[in-house]
């Protein structure tokens, strides 16, 4: 068992303590950012006249030999080393012999591992950023050809008010935007570096914490050392942002699932992102768009999880704290493929416009707008509200929608209706009359369309 403790100790750990103490098995996915924040400590030792330019030299070889030989698969990480870090320690000793039992001076392993974890989940954080722009960018191009496609909009699962597929995907527009800038907001708050903060109480060599962070890419160093080894507030942040990110499209995907159906038929979802029935020959099911509805709970548990590990924690570093790793890197994980596969899902996504107008104005979702007529021509609001009423339920008993009703249908109900009424109900009408900022109007929405190709130009 390749350990770095043991002298207090007299005999060897048990072998199943040893192996649940462990966590070999996933903190290797760290052997990168470990080595990164070796050798900036080692420059800063060497620095500080800690360690000699010799030994540096030494040290910073053989750890890019280590990097070099894990990576090329020369060298293999395994279940005899207790974690990351004694794995690269001890097969750097094992290369350089005792400069390498220098590398550890002016740190320990609660602040290796919070910098590590800290270089990982910000590694992470600029990769799901990358992917929540690429969804953007297949939005936007939705929005960009859909400007005339005439859709309902829903409150409560009900036909509503006609609105276009390009203001509809709008709203999700919205909602990604609001994601990078929360994954941006724990960036920036998380980047402070906490190597050199001990164990928990700093160290008594003249260690240059401004340098390291510097080295790298830290604004500065942490300021408690307490705080820095227990501090996992950044990895609540990311797991509750993950949790936003798939709410948002567990609801897009909802959408999806519906408009899929036989009884809506607004989507075609290629081939590529659907699956077929074992024993029924006709389905073709939105397995993608169900699947990323479904691992929304999974990253919901991680959040769920890290926030009881850390409730009863007393300050400073716990054991418990390693079980932030695993539920984060399988967060991680799922969030990724999960936006890649949807949105590659969506950018392949045929959408029936046909069907979609029909639905709205079979939908009365233009009756606001009779009502809105009626007012026009001096009627009351609250008046005109009961006329169009009944209306509606005289297309019901008749099957028919506003559209198809004979002008003498809605002079019978209410004189003040005229021939141009066809035209204030229309699809077009209701919604290119709508011109505030965040409306439907086309107008409005090529200028919202504008603002959004300069704001994936700039960010």
Request: hydrophobic share 35%.
């Amino acid at each position: 068992m390749a350990q770095l403790w043991g002298g207090r100790f007299t005999k060897e750990t048990d072998k199943l303590v040893y192996n649940f103490n462990a966590s070999i098995s996933f903190d290797q996915k760290f052997y990168e950012q470990d080595i990164r924040g070796s050798k900036a400590h080692v420059a800063m030792l060497a620095k500080q006249g800690i360690l000699t330019e010799e030994e540096k030299i030494q040290i910073e070889n053989g750890l890019d030999g280590i990097l070099a030989d894990v990576k090329s698969g020369k060298l293999e990480i395994t279940s005899e080393y207790e974690d990351i870090h004694s794995f690269v320690e001890a097969n750097l000793i094992d290369r350089i012999g005792d400069a390498g039992k220098k590398l550890h001076t002016g740190r320990s392993r609660n602040d290796q591992v919070a910098l590590d974890m800290k270089l990982y989940v910000r590694d992470e954080i600029d990769e799901t950023d990358e992917l929540v722009k690429k969804l953007l960018e297949a939005l936007q191009k939705i929005m960009e050809e859909n400007i005339h496609t005439y859709m309902p909009g829903f409150t409560h699962l009900q036909k509503a008010q006609p609105v276009t597929l390009a203001h509809h995907v709008g709203a999700y527009f919205e909602m990604f935007v609001r994601d990078r800038s929360r994954l941006s907001d724990i960036r920036k708050r998380m980047n402070t570096c906490p190597l050199g903060a001990g164990a928990l109480a700093g160290t008594t060599y003249p260690l240059d914490r401004e340098y390291t962070a510097q080295l790298l890419g830290f604004d500065g160093p942490t300021r408690n050392s307490m705080d820095s080894v227990s501090d996992r507030d950044y990895v609540i942040e990311l797991l509750s942002a993950f949790s936003t990110i798939m709410m948002h499209m567990s609801r897009f995907c909802e959408e999806i699932i519906m408009w899929n159906s036989n009884e809506y038929r607004f989507v075609e979802i290629d081939d590529a992102y659907s699956t077929g029935s074992s024993i029924m020959p006709q389905k073709k099911n939105p397995d993608i768009a169900e699947l990323v509805r479904g691992k929304t709970g999974r990253v919901y548990g991680a959040l769920t999880s890290i926030l009881t590990t850390m409730k009863g924690i007393p300050l400073a570093y716990n054991k418990d704290m390693q079980e932030d790793k695993e539920l984060t890197f399988d967060a991680i994980d799922t969030v990724k493929g999960c936006l890649a596969l949807f949105t590659g899902m969506i950018s392949t996504m045929q959408f029936n416009k046909k069907n979609m107008e029909e639905s709205a104005k079979n939908g009365f979702t233009n009756a606001t707008d009779a009502a809105d007529y009626l007012v026009n021509h001096g009627v009351p609001f609250r008046d005109a509200h009961g006329i169009v009423g009944r209306l509606v339920l005289t297309c019901i008993d008749k099957g028919i929608s506003l559209d198809e009703l004979p002008l003498e249908e809605y002079k019978a109900i209410s004189p003040v209706f005229e021939q141009d009424i066809y035209e204030a109900i229309s699809m077009k009408t209701c919604v290119e009359k709508r011109m505030t900022i965040g409306a439907p109007g086309s107008e409005v929405m090529k200028k919202v369309i504008a603002e959004n190709r300069k704001y994936l130009e700039q960010n």
